[in-house]
């Protein structure tokens, strides 16, 4: 396992690299609507990807920037968002992540999240735990709603009477604070270390949470879908928190109904 969490800290290291050098001079294309991306995405994704498949030449590779690599008949499934926040990156505003998530036979076992404005690499193996620039971490000890500092991940583009926004107002009535970021693995990752208690989504994908979904649990921290069923990397939503308000989470944002 130390294998394969090494490689994904290098690979990670290497993306953040070259994000930095691509701060000053990429160029913005919209894949769609308010949903962006720089010629710096798929540079950090080119650098990762050549870095991993090096070293493991018959894993398969899932990552965002369309590549799609199902690997001989391994086991292992690298996931990979080479650029978590590309909004704020365009903007220099310095909350955006490399993350690197690895499954093994459906579960994740190794994950790292690097956040190259801070020099923050946030990492965990099954079984491990987690930490932060090599200093183990833990989840908040937050067991009220009302003392929580919440996340939520909205969809691009969102019309004012989504469900989404609807829940997004509901939990403002119950939680201390809500705020909204721009990268969901940041969030994950923030939640590990106790900075944050809980984060949400109905519109995420595989690379935006995989590494950071680890990174929680290993943390002692609590991952569901919504409703509490058992997080699914391929389904998009995600409830994550730092265990004592998820319950209670859940039955707030189920209460709004579609
Ligand atoms: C986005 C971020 C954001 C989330 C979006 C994602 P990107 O990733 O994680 O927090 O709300 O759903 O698409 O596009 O910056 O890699
Ligand atoms: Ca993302
Ligand atoms: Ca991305």
Redesign the pocket.
């Known amino acids: 396992m130390l294998e394969f969490l090494q490689a994904a800290e290098e690979a990670a290291r290497l993306g953040g690299q070259v994000l930095r050098q691509w701060q000053a001079k990429f160029t913005v294309r919209e894949k769609s609507k308010a949903n962006l991306v720089t010629d710096a995405d798929f540079a950090s994704q080119r650098v990762i990807h050549e870095f991993l498949r090096r070293r493991f030449p018959q894993h398969g590779f899932l990552a ?1 920037e369309d590549l799609l690599e199902a690997g001989g008949n391994s086991s292992f499934r690298w996931i990979i ?1 080479p650029l ?2 590309t909004t704020n990156f365009v903007h220099g505003f310095p909350y955006f992540a490399v993350s690197i998530g690895l499954e093994h036979d459906g579960e994740l076992v190794a994950g790292a999240v690097y956040d190259p404005s801070h020099d923050n690499m946030f990492l965990a193996a099954k079984g491990c735990g987690a930490s932060l620039n090599r200093r183990p971490i833990s989840v908040s000890g937050v067991r009220q709603l009302d003392q929580a500092l919440m996340i939520a991940s909205l969809p691009v583009a969102t019309d004012p009477n989504d469900i989404a926004v609807r829940r997004f107002l509901k939990m403002l009535t119950h939680a201390q604070t809500v705020q909204r970021t721009g990268s ?2 940041l969030n994950l990752a923030n939640i590990a270390a106790g900075r944050i208690d809980g984060f949400w989504s109905t519109s995420l ?1 595989p ?2 949470m995989a590494a950071g979904v680890l990174l929680v649990r290993e943390a002692g921290g609590t991952v569901s879908r919504i409703d509490e069923s058992d997080f699914d990397v391929d389904m998009p939503d995600l409830l994550a928190s730092c265990g004592g308000i998820h319950q209670e989470l859940s039955d707030v944002l189920l209460a709004v109904r579609g």
Do not use: I, N, T, Y
């Open positions: 965002e968002d978590d926040g969901a693995a994908k690379w935006d």
